[in-house]
């Protein structure tokens, strides 16, 4: 890995700086198993479907995608849905209290080698940005002490507000590399998340790093990776 070719760099969050990937995973897996049970669905969620049809999406989107896995419908209804409206929404907001409920009890605390690799590239003056789907991408940089080393944080809210295509489509890293004054051929894209990876090779960036995080190599390559890491560490 040659820092020197590249301008900037575009980081997921959950899963590639801090491993909140997991809090959203058992967040979404006890409102899913809770919600089939009560529907007498005997097939569980599994973290299978997770990678195949949750990881890395916008929240309602990863909702719609999981439920047309398994042919149910439900209605869309409203992002202000109360947690026990049997709703797209109403779903993804009913997990979301549950993420909620994890991050304030036991806080979050960053990979120790995505650390190490944002202070090495900070040291090199790199442009850097975070592209999250998560809405809940501030509060997670801030309970784990790296809001500093981004000039730039898309995120869930931002791109609903923006108008913006979330993951798989491209556009997130796409408006990030523009905020950081770089093209994407330019910029460095690393995701754990297939829809991300998808992102970055649907953006045509420079290099599509997957840390693999559970959803495997082969996948992750399948998905566009060109190099795939366990750890940020391996980048230094
Ligand atoms: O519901 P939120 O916090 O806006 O997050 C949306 C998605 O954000 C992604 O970063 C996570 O990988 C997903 O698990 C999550 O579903």
Redesign the pocket.
Known sequence: MNWDDYSAALF????VVTP??EV??RA?SAMFNEFLTARGVAEPYTDDD?FAH??????YE?VAAFLASRGIDLPQGDPSDDPSAQTVCGL?NR??DA?NEVLEADGVQAYPGSVRLLEALAARSMPMAIV??????PAVLETAGVAHFFSFVM??GVASERGIAGKPAPDTFVVAAQELGVTPAQAVVLED?LSGVQAGAAGHFGLVIGVDRGAGTAALTDAGATLVVKDLEELL
Do not use: I
């Not at 997921?12 to 899963?15: A, F, K, M, V």
């Open positions: 997921d969050l959950d899963g909140t990937a959203h995973m979404w997770y949750v990881d890395g999406k916008p929240r990863g993804g997990k979301n993420f999250s789907s998560s809405n809940n991408a995120h869930g998340a």
